[in-house]
């Protein structure tokens, strides 16, 4: 069994920066990816970060030069920095992570989301 916290979300005008955190614990091998999605009321989830184990990143175009994902695999922990918010950053932030168990099964995991609201 795998599961995964999320934290950091929270109130924050326009312009206003946030950093979201998510350790990951339980049954671990080791973890492939952890990527970082976001849910708008009335809206589909959508994926704003991905961090590969091979390092690489990719970005929602929207936030391309904004946000900034890093992982710390020693903390099994993925993180969002998310400068110059805009009001339609407005979500819930859900960290998903895929991998491998301790008895080798695989493994997709999803947090249960962190509200992060941009707004004056």
């Known amino acids: 069994q795998v599961q995964l916290v999320e934290s950091g979300g929270g109130l924050v005008q326009p312009g206003g920066s946030l950093r979201l955190s998510c350790v990951a614990s339980g049954n671990i091998f080791n973890i492939n990816t952890m990527d970082w999605y976001r849910q708008a009321p009335g809206k589909e989830r959508e994926l704003v970060a991905t961090?590969?184990?091979?390092?690489?990143?990719d970005y929602l175009d929207s936030v391309k030069g904004r946000f900034t994902i890093s992982r710390d695999n020693a903390k099994n922990a993925v993180y969002l920095q998310m400068n110059s918010l805009k009001p339609e950053d407005t979500a819930v932030y859900y960290c998903?992570?895929?991998?491998?168990?301790?008895?080798?099964?695989?493994?997709?995991?999803w947090g249960r989301g962190t509200q992060v609201t941009v707004a004056s």
């Open positions: 961090f590969s184990s091979h390092g690489t990143t």
């Open positions: 998903n992570a895929g991998g491998i168990t301790e008895s080798f099964r695989s493994f997709n995991t």
